[in-house]
């Protein structure tokens, strides 16, 4: 089971800010991560696509697309920070 958290606009586009998931066996990293979600549509689909500016953290460290993922990883979504 993974720990995933929702920040921002993400937080609010999913209506949630955190579900623990499992996963089937097939996804064992962030991207595969990102895809199954997107394959819910909807919010889930636009928010996650390609080229939409997504941040992803696991165990509070940033991640690539590769890095690997394991159950009880903390994995968490957030949108690039700006400010000024």
Do not use: C
Not at 15 to 26: F, R, T
Not at 44 to 63: I, K, T, Y
């Amino acid at each position: 089971m993974l720990r995933l958290l929702y920040f921002a606009r993400l937080r609010e586009q999913f209506g949630m800010s955190a579900e623990e998931v499992n996963l089937p066996v097939s996804v064992q990293d962030v991207k595969g991560l990102t895809d199954w979600l997107r394959a819910r549509g909807g919010a889930w689909e636009s928010e996650l696509a390609s080229g939409r500016p997504v941040r992803v953290a696991v165990n509070q460290d940033m991640a690539s697309p590769e890095q690997s993922i394991h159950p009880g990883d903390e994995i968490a979504f957030f949108p690039p920070v700006t400010g000024g």
